[in-house]
């Protein structure tokens, strides 16, 4: 052994200790996870006074470096938001715990009893932006499932977050826990998040929460389990039979209602049959709503306000008022559309034709499809999980909105009397 | 446009070519799908003589580039081996179909109905050693689940692959579906698996059968979803209500029957207060056996022929007549070490304590966790799932032997009659 002294970097030692940790969590009943979950709320609670003012640090410092409002919106605490934010962890503490269902029990010939039975991931890794809501919704979700956390919050939120995850802690100290079942990362460097991506021995899987080039870069460099979550280039497909003002009503929702959101609608095909009708009724809706439509041929000659649609538009996630459409000559066409532009989140057809309806629901490959309904709806509350983690747009393990059950896994539990395999 | 011509590389074609002809496979009903895999097996008899020879051809290149024999023998096909390989797609053919099942199905209280349906994953990669079997195996198994399959074997099996595939795509041209659901990448180079790893809009899943160095190497570089499989540091610990007989019997199929498969035995864990009762005739069975033993002090004390064990004994995957084994204080200890040192494939206790398997069960953190039984019954066919995609050693989607099942994914198909969010 060398005498030289090793470095240590924050993220292993982070590392080591919520691996010494997480086994204490995994052990806890229903109960017991729910108190730890309820003291994680009283603590913060208590500490508003801390939390805000760390949040008015964090505040200032954005301000000086330039962030856009939006961002200072999103990392901006208040009294309210606070309070939310500690029920929502109350909420998530009255779900029914996942974790000890047996899923499945086979007795085999040779008399062993294979149980599969659903247990904690263990060990989650989350990378998210400047939100510090995340921060405790992350605690709440992961903890809940028996699952110890690795927090990476954006640094532009990193004192609002020291301050809640010490508050958290508190609480998960106050039930007998180790503390360090929450961990977070407060090195800000970019070295520290790719070692967080690397860190396989230790995370169990690692969730990014935030915009499409956090998603990719954690993609990209992670040998972590990944859930993808969030792109969403959602289609609304007006079929020939529609019912025109069901039609224009679901578009409005599903454009119009909040254009930030991912399962929000950003490109509208029109069979051409009902164009004539639809279009204008839809392009005025559209207008008082004030979305930029980007459109093909027939669609600009129907509004001066419609500006050309370009081959990049039909892939766009535009997140903001405006939208492409197109005008397609069949229920095939729409769906080679959509599948050849979508991200695989949520698309929805209008249509009178049952059949119509059945296929489309059937050939589409994606997350969430729709007949006669928004996009909108695509969402852990809304599909009635009583939590969200996310929206999966990966096919691996978890698709669509995640529930609780999402940070879940299983394991199988055998048992014989002696058998040897022949 | 530039009228530069761009050189398309062999991956990128195919993944083109797959991507067109999967929605196809996608629609087959259970029955149609079954008459793909037969009509392959069939074609695959008929060419026997093509195979045969392109194989004799491998192994003369294999034999001339100093291939061991381990690795020719597993590139070696014969009559016989041809005609398990079309048994073995035939079973599959016959296993009942997992997609089309309706796993959920709720009405929500504005109306919506939302049904969580099993679906196919898309297309499947999978990148593997120079194995023929695995080739008919892949298309068995990834056909059989309506998925699309691009195959990237090892090179040193190349033309045996290449005759393999064309006869199975003249089995699915036979049922009038396009070829391209079946691919294989010849270009030998290492750039063409890396690019195969990065072919995140075509291959929704990517798995990895072969040697811890592929896997790994898989996992390091893709941004496809990896289904990570085999690594097996398998441990057993005889507890010190053991019963002895059972122990030695347990251990001996353990290590010994198949050496070098991923759910044999690689660590002998044993309490202190039997290892005077047990460890002799462990010893006595395992010299017999012709195993070479990696052993702490106590256990060399007990036989010239034990050699020490380092620390990285603990961790290593013999795939060979060797074991590490080590006297231990308690059953948390012995978890404890498990849990350090395992790839959570597949450990086993054997105790006379109930509670005892109950905590061994619960606390160690493997795929399968077994009392009383032999570690090798870690398998698809054992679990009785009739086909076997390989052993997950990761937790995410599927853990433990994959049957079908795991080459499937779901989607939310939700009908409404006109309901926006509110």
Redesign the interface.
């Known amino acids: 052994m060398s005498n030289e002294p090793i470095r240590k970097t924050e993220v292993s030692c982070l590392g080591e200790r919520i691996r010494a940790a997480a086994?204490k969590l995994a052990?806890l009943t229903d109960q017991e996870k729910s108190r730890v979950l309820l003291a994680g709320a009283r603590e913060m609670l208590a500490a508003s006074e801390e939390i805000l003012a760390a949040n008015r640090e964090d505040l200032e410092r954005g301000r000086k470096k330039g962030l856009n409002a939006g961002l200072l919106d999103r990392l901006a605490l208040t009294p309210a938001r606070l309070k939310a934010m500690a029920e929502g962890i109350r909420q998530v503490a009255e779900l029914p715990d996942p974790v000890g269902e047996i899923i499945s029990r086979?007795a085999?010939p040779n008399g062993?009893v294979?149980e599969k039975v659903r247990v904690p991931?263990?060990i989650v890794g989350m990378i998210y932006e400047a939100r510090p809501n995340v921060t405790a919704d992350a605690f709440a979700l992961c903890l809940r499932t028996g699952n110890a956390v690795m927090l990476r919050g954006g640094s532009d939120a990193l004192q609002s977050n020291q301050a809640i995850v010490e508050s958290l802690r508190r609480g998960v100290a106050s039930c007998g826990l180790p503390e360090d079942v929450l961990v977070l990362v407060t090195d800000p460097s970019h070295e520290s998040t790719r070692e967080m991506m690397r860190l396989?021995g230790v995370l169990?899987?690692l969730i990014p929460r935030g915009g499409a080039g956090l998603i990719r870069s954690v993609?990209?460099n992670s040998?972590v389990?990944?859930?993808?979550t969030g792109t969403g280039n959602c289609f609304v497909y007006v079929d020939d039979t529609a019912?025109i003002e069901?039609a224009v009503?679901?578009l409005?929702?599903?454009k119009c209602?909040r254009t930030s959101v991912c399962n929000a609608a950003e490109s509208l095909l029109v069979h051409r049959d009902v164009a004539a009708a639809f279009l204008p009724k839809a392009l005025a809706m559209l207008e008082k709503n004030g979305i930029l439509v980007h459109g093909d041929e027939y669609t600009m000659s129907l509004s001066p306000a419609v500006v050309p649609a370009t081959e990049e538009d039909w892939g766009r996630e535009y997140l903001d008022r405006e939208i492409s459409a197109r005008v397609i000559g069949s229920l095939g066409e729409a769906i080679e559309h959509i599948?050849r532009y979508h991200t695989r989140h949520s698309d929805a057809i209008v249509t009178g034709t049952p059949e119509n309806?059945e296929r489309f629901?059937?050939?589409v490959?994606?997350?969430?499809?729709?007949?006669?309904?928004?996009t909108?709806?695509?969402?852990g509350f809304?599909?009635?999980f009583g939590a969200e983690l996310g929206i999966s747009t990966?096919?691996?393990?978890a698709?669509?909105?995640m529930g609780l059950e999402a940070l879940t896994?299983?394991?199988?539990?055998?048992?014989?009397?002696?058998?040897?395999?022949g």
């Open positions: 086994p052990a086979t085999r062993l294979i991931f263990g396989s169990d899987l993609l990209e040998t389990p990944v859930i993808e019912d069901m009503r679901i409005e929702n599903a209602q599948n309806g629901l059937r050939e490959d994606a997350a969430c499809v729709y007949v006669n309904a928004s909108r709806f695509t969402d809304e599909f009635g990966q096919k691996l393990h698709r669509g909105p896994t299983y394991k199988y539990r055998i048992t014989g009397d002696g058998q040897v395999r």
